[in-house]
């Protein structure tokens, strides 16, 4: 029974990573029809963030704050995955619209250089590059009305990437020179340490449970509650599900879809940093960890529904509690006497890849008898 | 008065078909003007090519003395051209309250700084006031429609683009709807661009278009339609 427990609270914690990171694939193929094949190398952003803010908040003037750096790096991971999303989205996958399969490729290409771009690049500089492009993007967001529309806005836009540039480069610079170990290029994996409060145990009623899995479960709560929040009450909000629902008549009623795709994918995006937090938290971190978790999120989304909130919470969280059952084996140790046939199958699928098949086997399976997901869509608007 | 569209020869092709042919249509503030024509003579191409979904082959679109042919449906609405098309195109599964938000992305500011539904909008249509939230989809075909002329509406257009508003609905909502563009009209002093089939709406204009075959045959003023004008152009 306690291991059953124990099973059933890793997976919700395995869950809640993928609840986040298939939230964030939903939203960006509802509203674009977009499969991003590189959403797990967002993930592994996500999860490199949390390892330079850690090694950031180790240097002697960050030091008291050292126990807040996991928050910080939540908000941290959503800016570098969206920044990284957004470009990702204006420079590849606009040009590539209506053409799924060129999509699929383009993103995977992505995906392959995200994964030799953290091997092969100092974190430093990369941390260098995001912060030149956050200051070019969002700067001349802040110009005034007068001069962005101006026929000079162009030199005021150049002008605004040179100085991110420099800031970029100093900002490098100066991580490499604090931090020796962001300054070298390195493909091991590394390891995030949770700061003193999240280490241990937890006892709740009289069964303990490790504190790093709960404060997962606490960060996708928020993230999924703040990510409602703003889908159902804000004006951006509204304007991603009408984009998402009917693109041609948003366009007509004056939306800039464009806009909408850019915010939408910087967002799903961005999830996906968060639930690179949780990773780096479970496990360690290296340029595959990404790849580890994508299959996962799709077969959410598929289980789930796309734009389908309760299947979405659900399929991740069946899937988080199937992973660790299967996987970890758990099941001949909850139910030790089982049939010698049987038991043997178990311990052939009790490895991670193994336990994958046997999932993707049985969602399959699940989806002959029952094509529209957990929970399909009713009313009027289904059936017409 | 002055002039708040003018097209000029205008052009429209659906790939290799020739589906506009040297179209010229004015209409100016606070007049309602119909276009009629019988079924695929192109009356929606052209609704479309106005507010900009469909690119122009040739000709001109001016809106307030503006060239726009090379705006996007999204600039034009923002510059005060409303759209509401023959399939009403509500947003299913968004409230008739958030429906009717959209309708004033297009006012400065946009829906961000514009939350407040004008109490204009429930005069006109009492019934959206009762439905405010519920799923737009979940409305009658009568419903969506005027909830879709209620969402153009709150963007204060110049120029409303009407696309057959009366189609498949009853006649007493008929009606309803009648009365709102022709009051809306005298109240704003805005111009309509109506499409229609249903001959009481028709008589309401004050000029028509007729259309065959992408290209205008018969203009003039509604006071003259004939009834051998009326049985060659309408579908009725
Ligand atoms: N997407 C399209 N691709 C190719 N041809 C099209 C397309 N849409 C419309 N057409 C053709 O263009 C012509 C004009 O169509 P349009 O919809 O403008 O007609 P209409 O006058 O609005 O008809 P109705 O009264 O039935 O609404 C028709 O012959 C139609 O077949
Ligand atoms: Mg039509």
Redesign the interface.
């Given at each position: 029974m306690e291991l059953l427990l124990d099973s059933i609270f890793n997976g919700i914690a395995i869950g809640s990573v993928l609840l986040v990171a298939a939230l964030g694939l939903a939203i960006v193929f509802g509203l674009m029809g977009v499969i991003n094949l590189a959403h797990g190398e967002l993930m592994m952003l996500g999860a490199y963030t949390t390892y330079v803010t850690q090694l950031i908040f180790k240097l002697p003037i960050l030091k008291p704050f050292y126990n807040w750096y996991v928050i910080i790096s939540i908000f941290l991971a959503f800016i570098v995955s969206g920044v990284v999303g957004i470009i990702l989205e204006k420079t590849i996958i606009r040009k590539l619209y209506g053409s799924p399969l060129e999509t699929l490729l383009a993103t995977w290409g992505v995906s392959l250089i995200l994964q030799q771009f953290v091997r092969s690049v100092p974190l430093s500089y990369g941390s260098g590059l995001i912060i030149s492009l956050l200051i070019g993007m969002v700067l001349p967001l802040f110009f005034p009305t007068k001069i962005k529309e101006s026929i000079k806005f162009k030199y005021y836009k150049l002008a605004s990437w040179s100085f991110a540039t420099l800031i970029g480069i100093l900002s490098a610079e100066l991580i490499s020179s604090l931090i020796s170990k962001l300054g070298r290029a390195s493909s091991r994996n590394v390891d995030v340490t949770a700061p003193a409060w999240m280490r241990g145990q937890i006892e709740i009623l009289g069964n303990t449970f490790p504190k790093t899995r709960l404060m997962i479960i606490i960060i996708t709560l928020i993230s999924v509650i703040a990510i409602i929040c703003f889908l159902n009450q804000s004006a951006w909000g509204i304007r991603i599900r009408a984009v998402t629902q009917n693109r041609q008549m948003c366009d007509c009623l004056g939306i800039s879809t464009e806009k909408v795709d850019v915010i939408t994918f910087g967002i799903g995006s961005g999830l996906a940093g968060v639930a690179g937090v949780a990773v780096s938290l479970l496990g360690s971190v290296g340029p595959n960890v990404g790849g580890n978790y994508i299959v996962g999120c799709f077969m959410v989304v598929v289980l789930g529904g796309v734009g389908n909130l309760l299947g979405t919470i659900f399929a991740s969280f069946g899937i988080g509690i199937m992973t660790d059952l299967i996987g970890a084996g758990r099941l001949l140790n909850i139910w030790p006497n089982m049939p010698l046939s049987l038991s043997n199958t178990i311990n052939f699928f009790a490895t991670t890849s193994m336990a994958r098949v046997m999932i993707f086997a049985l969602i399959v399976i699940f989806l002959q008898f029952k094509p529209s997901g957990l929970f399909p869509q009713k009313g009027r608007m289904v059936e017409s | 008065m002055s002039k708040l569209i003018e097209i000029k020869s205008l052009n429209i092709f659906y790939g290799e078909s020739h589906i506009l042919r040297d179209i010229d249509l004015s209409v100016k503030a606070g007049e309602m003007v119909c276009v009629i024509g019988r079924n695929g003579v192109g009356k929606t191409t052209l609704l479309k090519s106005l507010?900009?979904?469909l690119k122009t082959k040739s000709g001109e679109i001016n809106f307030l003395g503006e060239n726009i042919n090379r705006q996007?449906?999204?600039q034009r609405?923002?510059k005060g051209i409303a759209?509401v098309?023959q399939g009403r195109?509500i947003?299913?599964?968004?409230t008739v309250e958030?429906n009717l938000?959209?309708?004033m992305?297009?006012l400065p500011g946009?829906?961000?700084k514009n939350k407040k539904i004008d109490d204009f909008i429930y005069e006109l249509f009492p019934i959206l006031k009762e439905f405010l939230s519920r799923?737009g989809?979940?409305l009658s075909g009568g419903q969506q429609q005027q909830l879709s002329i209620a969402?153009a509406l709150l963007?204060e257009p110049k120029l409303l683009l009407l696309d057959e508003p009366t189609e498949g609905i009853q006649p007493n909502i008929i009606l309803d709807i009648e009365s709102a563009v022709t009051k809306i009209i005298l109240e704003k002093g805005i111009g309509v661009l109506l499409v229609e089939q249903h001959l009481h709406f028709v008589r309401q204009a004050d000029r028509y278009y007729a259309m065959q075959r992408g290209g205008i045959v018969a203009s003039g003023d509604s006071s003259e339609l004939s009834k051998e004008v009326i049985s060659k152009f309408l579908s009725v």
């Open positions: - | 507010i900009g979904l996007m449906p999204h609405a923002r759209y098309p195109e947003i299913p599964y968004l958030e938000m959209l309708g992305e297009s946009g829906l961000s799923k989809g979940d969402r963007g």
